[in-house]
């Protein structure tokens, strides 16, 4: 592996520009120790600088690709006192973090330890990635931070630089923090005596240690200049961004008629600048000026630039841009384009088209207006009555040019009304299994609502997904399971999200999903193919734990989720999490999204129940837990007479499970089938999972945690649902 390490196939696979890249940039300075860990065998860590600062391995085993470590014991001791007398410092590693590294854990940790408190460190860590030095203990520490998580399962190579109170902090040759209120100098910590020097140990006996491997290591007395930094950094820095150069997908550019998006920043975290051939019809920022209609098709090179550290690669795209449509073009597209789902089998309210994406207006006529009007809104017959048939007719028109076209709705009698005999629980189990990010379900004891049992389990009673995604990330979280108006439909939404096999939260957040998992059922046993809808703007980096509520004041589900919203194109600013709020009749069609909440800091996981024309909404405080912000991690419960975007909220009570739990997340509310009682199950994250609360005054926003209790082994954010005696028999049947 080395710092000689090939680019290989991947940089030949795509047109780029390399630049001469040396395999270590000159420095002013030598380090003063240097591990090349090029040793095939024994327990000493040879110093390349000539210093004599040579280690001893604690365990790990010596590869092709540097020193491995195991997580459990293995670490490398280094000399004492490495810090004293220093004023200025860099410190570099090439490491690999293996995807199942637990955390809190240290890359690296120079100082003193005394007992589980540190005394005077400087470390670095990858969740969070930071390095931070301190005199004393985490209390003291002053810290320079990414504020990302390090990308797991492939290597890196990171830098950190002190000198004159300011502090740098590279990943892969580029900076990507910077503390210029740094007090403290490497020869403060121990007043120059150290004695905990480690590789792949932290300073903290309660901490892990590193599940990973090392290529380099090397400190240096001074502040290298970030172009020695990325001088030394360049063989991963040019494999890394001609990965970038690789991933970009403008999608099928053959055929352009909206803007583009040119995305800005690769998944290593490169920098991504654009030109163009013609700016005045494809501009560095996408934006697309279609020629005019009577003028030719235009062609339009665009060019990617990505830069990581002092390396730079480029990719070429070829957009063609089609001039305007005419009339008679436009039309045709539009009313291509129109799609009622369900036609064969209405229960809803349906979405009826009234624009084009191409400048139509789209009218429409219904034969039997009182089954389904020309807003879409559905009227069907009594339990037991007639099914119709409904000819809709729509007429796209743009200029003298129309087309019309012709359906056929077919509208089935209401269903037999039924009392509720039991609860389905839909839930995922988390990430830390392949198959915890996929849908969960149990079914209650009886009408017991803090009793289940899992569905679908194996031959040794482990419970097994009962849906899973093979889309997207081809995982899923969060599932919200909502049944309609009607009752004999139902709809199965989830965040489009996989951490586990990569652990990187960064990512999951600043370039996640901009869509929900959606699969739609008339029976709960048998399911719709799964298909991913985007319900994000661009600005977004996330989409999670959607959930929906029909509004009978709009005929329409209003569907909330939690998004960070960017004001870079980086998604480097802006960061924390708004709900938002969009409109839809069949979970395909959705209105723009718009923010629902902004409190001006992280709010996620928001939750609804409605009972006497009041709506009562859960939402988790994301902010730390401190002394200032005391409700933070916990739930806040508010209330409103309407489900309009712009409807007013008013506050009922915070700090919910506070004193009966750590923290908590992922509410979700039902109402008992047999009394008026409410339950709120809220997911105390990092302990003891869903832990049930119960009211009999949703009004007052005092829940009760329960005491005796019967759940899934590990459910995480997922739905309660009441059911039919019917509907829990074919559950019991099927699973």
């Known amino acids: 592996m080395k710092s000689q390490r090939l680019l290989g196939t991947l940089v030949a696979a795509i047109a780029v520009a390399v630049p001469a890249v040396p395999a270590v940039a000159a420095t002013a300075d030598a380090p003063l120790l240097w591990y090349e860990f090029d040793e095939a065998s024994g327990q000493t860590v040879a110093d390349s600088s000539g210093n004599g600062r040579t280690g001893t391995l604690n365990g790990g085993t010596w590869t092709d690709e540097g020193l491995a470590l195991d997580g459990v014991d293995d670490y490398v001791d280094l000399p004492d006192d490495l810090l004293a007398g220093l004023d200025a410092i860099t410190v570099t590693a090439e490491v690999y973090i293996e995807t199942d590294q637990a955390s809190p854990y240290f890359i690296y940790g120079l100082g003193n330890t005394s007992g589980s408190w540190g005394s005077g460190y400087l470390f670095a ?35 950190y630089t002190l000198a004159d109170g300011t502090a740098v902090l590279y990943l892969n040759g580029q900076e990507v923090a910077r503390n210029e209120a740094v007090t403290t100098t490497p020869g403060d910590i121990g007043a120059g005596t150290t004695v905990a020097n480690y590789l792949g140990r932290s300073l903290y006996s309660g901490d892990r240690y590193l599940h990973g491997r090392f290529a380099d290591f090397r400190i240096y007395d001074g502040a290298l200049a970030a172009a020695d930094i990325g001088g030394l950094a360049a063989h991963l820095s040019a494999e890394k961004a001609a990965e970038d150069a690789a991933a970009i997908d403008l999608g099928d550019t053959s055929a352009v008629t909206a803007d583009l ?17 013609d700016p005045e019809v494809v501009a560095v920022d996408g934006t697309v000026t279609r020629p005019d209609m009577d003028d030719p098709d235009a062609s339009v090179t665009l060019t990617a630039t990505v830069i990581l550290g002092t390396v730079q690669q480029q990719r070429d795209f070829t957009a063609t841009v089609l001039a305007e449509y005419d009339d008679e073009e436009a039309v045709a597209l539009d009313a291509a384009a129109v799609l009622i789902p369900n036609l064969d089998d209405v229960r809803s309210s349906i979405f009826l088209p009234t624009a084009g994406a191409n400048g139509s207006t789209i009218t429409w006529k219904s034969n039997k207006p009182n089954v389904i009007s020309t807003d879409g809104i559905v009227n069907r017959d009594e339990p037991g009555g007639r099914t119709y048939k409904v000819k809709l007719t729509a007429t796209v028109t743009r200029g003298c040019e129309k087309e019309k076209l012709s359906f056929t709705a077919v509208v089935p009698p209401l269903p037999a009304e039924a009392d509720y005999t039991g609860y389905l629980f839909t839930y995922f189990t988390g990430e830390g299994t392949p198959t915890g990010e996929q849908v969960y379900g149990a079914l209650s004891d009886g009408n017991d609502p803090l009793a289940f049992t899992e569905l679908n389990r194996d031959s040794n009673g482990t419970a097994q997904p009962i849906l899973t995604s ?13 049944r309609s108006p009607e009752g004999d439909r139902f709809f199965l939404i989830a965040t489009d999200l996989k951490i586990n096999g990569n652990g990187d939260w960064n990512r999951a ?94 709010t996620i996981d928001s939750t609804m129940i409605e009972d006497g024309g009041t709506y009562y909404r859960f939402t988790k405080d994301e902010r730390s837990n401190s002394s200032s912000t005391p409700c933070g ?28 739990m750590s923290a908590g997340e992922g509410p979700l509310v039902f ?46 954010h997922g739905t309660v649902i009441p059911v039919t005696a019917a509907e829990y028999e074919r559950l019991q049947t099927a699973w």
């Open 261 to 277: 998006d040119l995305p800005g920043q690769g998944a290593n975290g490169s920098r991504i600048t654009w030109a163009s051939s």
């Open 125 to 159: 860590t990858g969740n969070g990635y930071r390095t931070a030095i301190s005199t004393c203990h985490w209390t003291c520490e002053q810290n320079t931070g990414s504020g990302s998580d390090l990308a797991r399962g492939t290597w890196n190579h990171l830098a």
């Open 509 to 602: 957040q600043r370039h996640g999903s901009l869509s929900i998992m959606v699969w739609e059922s008339d029976d709960l046993v048998n399911w719709s193919e799964g298909r991913l809808v985007q319900v994000s703007p661009e600005t977004a980096g996330a989409t999670w734990a959607p959930e929906a509520y029909w509004d009978p004041a709009q005929n329409a589900y209003v569907v909330f989720w939690a998004s960070p919203l960017f004001s870079t194109d980086d998604h480097s600013e802006g960061f924390y999490h708004r709900m938002m709020y969009a409109t839809t009749r069949d979970f395909v069609h959705f209105s723009e999204a718009q923010v629902w909440v902004d409190q001006g800091y992280s």
């Open 470 to 482: 093979d889309q997207g990330e081809q995982g899923v979280r969060d599932p919200f399971l909502i």
């Open 633 to 660: 991690k916990f739930i806040l419960a508010e209330t409103a007479t309407s489900l309009a975007a712009d409807a007013d909220w008013s506050f009922l009570a915070d700090c919910i499970g506070s004193g009966a």
């Open 671 to 716: 109402k008992s089938n047999t009394e008026d009682k409410w339950y709120l199950f809220i997911d105390e994250f990092g302990g003891r999972g869903y832990i049930p609360f119960e009211t009999t005054d949703l009004a007052s926003g005092e829940w009760t945690p329960v005491a005796d209790y019967d759940l899934p082994a590990s459910p995480r």
